[in-house]
């Protein structure tokens, strides 16, 4: 059976449009927008840099503060994504909710030129070759550069439990196609291509991202003594096929506490601090 491309719901061998979302199906699709593809290169292990091989005008953005280094020809300028002023103060707002910058820097090549990103801290970089209207929901903080044909929103968790015990809080990032999407995140990337119905336990703050039609859930561990002594909290999240899914081995929170010897080993999870936390993220 055919399943929409945009939100993985099921579809008859007939229909024209998802009744979910709406979304046309794909012999009534809309011609796919036309991206040049972007030559790069990840360079590293846990410490990754992305090589970015800019042709003439080609264009990419990235989170404040991600650049490493750039050739003299690549000019930069930051400023608020949208194309007009309402856009611009809709993405400002979006971005404010994110704990972001309002900014994103934008960098267009004059000839043949070359840019840097990295992560903040140790990690994995990752690449996700989006189709048009394709879209992936990665943890606050994760994205790190894109192609100006992707989107960047914000995606609330649509379930109030996994808002406040999933680890992620309410808000999620929501990067949509065409075109090529960078993320970063913690330690080694485990990635896993969940089938229809297929469910995968995660403890939620190693949770990096997931296609759009991957179901975000929680669920309680199980006994009383599993939640008090299991140190992964009162909660697992529950995701559900189909669509793909990444896990990291490392939060940012956990590489925290590690180097904080005088720190408890406190649960990350710790649902007493669930109601000041709600627009906080874990990793």
């Known amino acids: 059976m055919p399943f929409c491309v945009k939100c993985g719901a099921k579809l008859g061998d007939q229909a024209r449009f998802c009744v979910s979302c709406g979304n046309p199906a794909a012999g009534d699709a809309p011609p796919a927008q036309a991206v040049e593809p972007l030559e790069y290169e990840i360079q590293g292990d846990n410490l990754q840099v992305a090589r970015v091989y800019l042709k003439p005008d080609q264009e990419v953005y990235a989170e404040a503060g991600k650049m490493v280094y750039k050739t003299a020809n690549v000019n930069w300028e930051t400023r608020m994504s949208g194309a007009s002023l309402g856009e611009k103060l809709l993405g400002a707002l979006r971005r404010t909710i994110t704990g972001e910058s309002l900014f994103l820097t934008y960098f267009r090549a004059d000839g043949a030129g070359e840019v840097g990103f990295a992560g903040s801290y140790p990690g994995k970089i990752q690449l996700f070759d989006l189709a048009d209207g394709q879209s992936i929901l990665t943890q606050r903080d994760a994205f790190l550069f894109a192609q100006t044909s992707v989107q960047f929103n914000v995606a609330f968790v649509k379930k109030l439990g996994a808002g406040f015990f999933g680890g992620e809080g309410f808000i999620l990032e929501k990067l949509t196609g065409p075109g090529a999407v960078f993320i970063h995140a913690g330690g080694d990337f485990v990635e896993f ?16 991202a997931f296609d759009e039609s991957v179901d975000y859930d929680i669920e309680p561990v199980g006994g009383i003594k599993t939640a008090l002594f299991g140190g992964e909290g009162l909660f697992l999240a529950r995701m559900t096929g189909p669509g793909r899914l990444i896990v990291q081995s490392m939060t940012i929170n956990k590489l925290r506490r590690e180097l904080a010897p005088g720190k408890t080993n406190a649960d990350e999870h710790n649902p007493l601090n669930a109601l000041s936390d709600i627009f906080t993220s874990e990793d």
């Open 193 to 208: 291509q969940l089938a229809e119905g297929e469910v995968l336990h995660v403890d939620a703050g190693n949770i990096v």
